[in-house]
């Protein structure tokens, strides 16, 4: 069932890369380069959230006036918010593109679960960073998004009201909420570094940018998203008069908006299930490469005698699972008795796609169960028909 | 919008239009049928009802496809060692360009069979009788046309010289009387 509703999402999705292939040269393909947008869209989210730094105040009393000073007062500041708050929005919506995309086509497999779950775990911090940022203006909508928050983690039993008060500084609206939101939004900011560390370390030559067009195209949208929908906030927060309706943002505050239809509890179970079960999606499909109808090539084999530490296979292997190490004893051919390295196959990255093979001029690596003279024999079999 | 043409001449990216040889070789040389050895990513193109058995695609009984793990696993050697033992051309298949299920397989096939060219040209072998092709997992019929254009292509290339790189085995200057055929292990010379 699953498998199936798998196969036909692939068909479609390599449909519509057709589709865009027609219109696009493939290398220009935006939807090859999903990760690379994000990436921008981060780094666009960095440098406005760096000048918006400058001037926020994270007090109770400050907060919304030093936003509507930025939009108002400070040079550029509304346009520089606007930027801010539109390329989070690109940012969640390449990101979930990214995650769609290589969930259809299954780029999951074999020893590529590692990117998934760090790709996962980016996706939650970036929502989570979101809705903090919507806290940060202070107006009626942020004090209904903390209100709204605190009744959902008090609905947890046992620990829920220990977990509101870790997560804003005590009951009802304190002192501390706003600082802890500030961190709350920088820090898993930076968090994403880290993350993104662990999401291209199994990756060599990963492509962390769009081509200039669509690097230019994006910068364009937003900036001119950011110019005729001036981002606004809504009246101020005041205890006196509690909001009672929710601006909805379908990006980041569709849990919220659920909260309509669920009760708080609920919400958490079912948030919880999603986010387990998008870290599980990798080991869903538990099938081996002879139920997938793949030869069992086996894990690429340096040839000692042979490699000359060249390090080519290095440079192409596309999950780095080739690393260089100093030689402990000469090869034995003539190329190999002066090498200084080593090739080493990490067996734990290694895919079995061969691409190793195809890099070594010194046929020092193999695939065992695929020999070079398995090819080959293949190759004069037809020949010879 | 400028019309980028049919899929076919805009993806197979390393060969000259193939009405331009048609002319030049004249119309009755593709009733030759060439002999084409096709080297096929398990990712890219299915080849489910598109193979015999014996690995000969159904609509091109002389192309012969090899499946292999990845278009990047291709020595391009391989591609030679197809051309000097009796194929008349070889192409290698795999997913689009930048779209490599590997990452960058296909990247990497492409860049080495554009310097494979060249050393083809230097051993006066028509560069022409190798080619890359790349579709994705549904493009079977496209596939397919991309893969008769290429042997239509190649049954109009004049015929190779007699190769001088593989020298018969009989009249090799080294050793005139050693019967052994060369390979990379010589047979350990007599005293």
Same mark, same amino acid.
């Given at each position: 069932?699953?498998?199936?509703? #798998?196969?036909?999402?692939?068909?479609?999705?390599l449909?519509?890369?057709?589709?865009?292939?027609?219109?696009?040269?493939?290398?220009?393909?935006?939807?090859?380069?999903?990760?690379?947008?994000?990436?921008?869209?981060?780094?666009?989210? $960095? #440098?406005?959230?760096?000048?918006?730094?400058?001037?926020?105040?994270?007090?109770?009393n400050?907060?919304y006036?030093?936003v509507q000073y930025?939009?108002?007062?400070?040079?550029?500041?509304? $346009?520089?918010?606007?930027? =801010?708050r539109?390329?989070?929005d690109?940012?969640m919506?390449?990101?979930?593109? =990214?995650?769609f995309?290589?969930?259809f086509t299954e780029?999951?497999?074999f020893?590529?679960?590692e990117?998934?779950?760090?790709?996962?775990?980016?996706?939650?911090?970036?929502?989570?960073?979101?809705?903090?940022?919507?806290? #940060?203006?202070?107006?009626?909508?942020?004090?209904?998004?903390?209100?709204?928050?605190?009744?959902?983690?008090?609905?947890?039993?046992?620990?829920?009201?220990?977990?509101?008060?870790?997560?804003f !500084?005590?009951?009802?609206?304190?002192?501390?909420?706003?600082?802890?939101?500030?961190?709350? =939004?920088v !820090?898993?900011?930076?968090?994403?570094?880290?993350l993104?560390w662990w999401?291209?370390?199994?990756?060599?030559?990963?492509?962390v940018?769009p081509?200039a067009?669509?690097?230019?195209f994006?910068?364009?949208?937003?900036?001119l998203?950011s110019g005729?929908?001036?981002?606004?906030? %809504?009246p101020?927060a005041?205890?006196?008069t509690?909001?009672?309706?929710?601006? &909805?943002?379908?990006?980041?505050?569709?849990?919220?908006?659920?909260?309509?239809?669920?009760?708080?509890?609920?919400?958490?179970?079912l948030?919880t299930?999603?986010?387990?079960?998008?870290?599980?999606?990798?080991? %869903? #499909?538990?099938?081996?490469?002879?139920?997938?109808?793949l030869?069992?090539?086996?894990?690429?084999?340096?040839?000692?005698?042979?490699?000359?530490g060249?390090?080519?296979?290095?440079?192409?292997?596309?999950?780095?699972a080739?690393?260089m190490?100093?030689?402990?004893?000469?090869?034995?051919?003539?190329?190999? %008795?002066?090498?200084?390295?080593l090739a080493?196959?990490?067996?734990?990255?290694?895919?079995?796609?061969?691409?190793?093979?195809g890099a070594?001029?010194?046929?020092?690596l193999?695939?065992? =169960?695929?020999?070079?003279?398995?090819? %080959?024999a293949? &190759?004069?079999?037809?020949?010879?028909? | 919008?400028?019309?980028?043409?049919?899929p076919p001449?805009?993806?197979?990216?390393?060969?000259?239009?193939p009405?331009v040889?048609?002319?030049?070789?004249?119309?009755?040389?593709?009733?030759?049928?060439?002999?084409?050895?096709?080297?096929?990513?398990?990712w890219?193109?299915?080849?489910?009802?598109?193979?015999?058995?014996?690995?000969?695609?159904?609509?091109?009984?002389?192309? +012969?496809?090899?499946?292999?793990?990845c278009?990047?696993?291709?020595?391009?050697?391989?591609?030679?060692?197809?051309?000097?033992?009796?194929?008349?051309? +070889?192409?290698?298949?795999?997913?689009?360009l930048?779209?490599?299920?590997?990452?960058?397989?296909?990247?990497?096939?492409?860049?080495?069979? +554009?310097?494979?060219?060249?050393?083809?040209?230097?051993?006066?072998?028509?560069?022409?009788?190798?080619?890359?092709?790349y579709?994705?997992l549904?493009?079977?019929?496209?596939?397919?046309?991309?893969?008769?254009?290429f042997?239509?292509?190649?049954a109009?290339?004049?015929?190779?010289?007699?190769?001088?790189?593989r020298?018969?085995?009989?009249?090799?200057?080294?050793?005139?009387?050693?019967?052994?055929?060369?390979?990379?292990t010589?047979?350990?010379?007599?005293?």
């Amino acid at each position: 069932m699953y498998r199936r509703l #798998l196969a036909s999402l692939l068909r479609w999705t390599l449909r519509l890369d057709v589709g865009i292939n027609r219109v696009y040269p493939a290398d220009f393909n935006p939807l090859y380069y999903t990760g690379g947008l994000s990436n921008l869209f981060l780094t666009i989210l $960095i #440098l406005s959230g760096l000048f918006l730094f400058f001037y926020y105040v994270p007090s109770y009393n400050e907060a919304y006036t030093t936003v509507q000073y930025i939009s108002e007062r400070v040079p550029y500041g509304q $346009i520089i918010r606007g930027i =801010h708050r539109y390329s989070a929005d690109g940012f969640m919506i390449v990101i979930l593109l =990214h995650f769609f995309r290589n969930w259809f086509t299954e780029r999951f497999r074999f020893s590529r679960d590692e990117p998934w779950i760090s790709g996962m775990m980016l996706l939650v911090f970036a929502g989570f960073i979101g809705v903090t940022g919507y806290v #940060l203006v202070w107006d009626q909508r942020a004090e209904l998004l903390v209100v709204m928050t605190g009744n959902a983690l008090a609905a947890i039993p046992g620990v829920g009201g220990w977990l509101r008060n870790l997560l804003f !500084g005590g009951p009802g609206l304190t002192n501390l909420l706003l600082p802890r939101m500030l961190f709350l =939004h920088v !820090g898993p900011a930076v968090l994403l570094y880290v993350l993104l560390w662990w999401h291209y370390v199994r990756l060599r030559h990963p492509k962390v940018w769009p081509p200039a067009v669509w690097t230019l195209f994006s910068l364009g949208v937003v900036l001119l998203l950011s110019g005729l929908i001036p981002a606004a906030s %809504q009246p101020q927060a005041s205890p006196t008069t509690p909001p009672r309706q929710l601006a &909805v943002d379908w990006l980041f505050l569709l849990p919220y908006v659920s909260l309509k239809y669920l009760t708080p509890l609920w919400l958490i179970v079912l948030a919880t299930v999603i986010i387990v079960y998008g870290l599980y999606i990798p080991y %869903q #499909l538990p099938e081996t490469r002879a139920e997938l109808g793949l030869r069992e090539s086996g894990i690429a084999q340096v040839i000692d005698a042979n490699c000359t530490g060249c390090e080519l296979c290095y440079y192409d292997c596309p999950y780095n699972a080739i690393v260089m190490a100093p030689s402990p004893h000469p090869g034995v051919t003539k190329a190999a %008795q002066a090498r200084k390295l080593l090739a080493i196959v990490l067996e734990s990255r290694c895919v079995e796609c061969g691409i190793c093979i195809g890099a070594c001029p010194f046929e020092a690596l193999e695939l065992p =169960h695929f020999l070079e003279q398995d090819v %080959q024999a293949k &190759v004069l079999a037809a020949c010879r028909s | 919008m400028p019309e980028l043409g049919p899929p076919p001449k805009s993806q197979s990216q390393s060969a000259p239009a193939p009405d331009v040889l048609a002319r030049a070789a004249g119309p009755g040389a593709a009733a030759r049928r060439p002999k084409i050895v096709g080297f096929l990513c398990d990712w890219a193109v299915s080849a489910d009802g598109i193979v015999r058995e014996d690995g000969t695609m159904r609509d091109l009984p002389n192309v +012969t496809l090899i499946k292999v793990p990845c278009s990047g696993f291709i020595r391009p050697s391989w591609l030679e060692f197809a051309l000097k033992n009796g194929a008349d051309g +070889t192409f290698v298949c795999g997913c689009p360009l930048g779209d490599c299920f590997n990452r960058l397989g296909n990247n990497l096939i492409q860049d080495r069979v +554009t310097q494979m060219r060249r050393r083809l040209e230097r051993q006066k072998i028509q560069p022409d009788r190798v080619g890359t092709i790349y579709y994705g997992l549904h493009e079977q019929e496209q596939f397919v046309a991309a893969v008769r254009e290429f042997s239509d292509r190649v049954a109009q290339l004049p015929a190779p010289p007699p190769p001088p790189a593989r020298r018969p085995a009989g009249v090799s200057p080294a050793k005139p009387s050693d019967g052994s055929p060369p390979g990379p292990t010589p047979a350990p010379e007599e005293p």
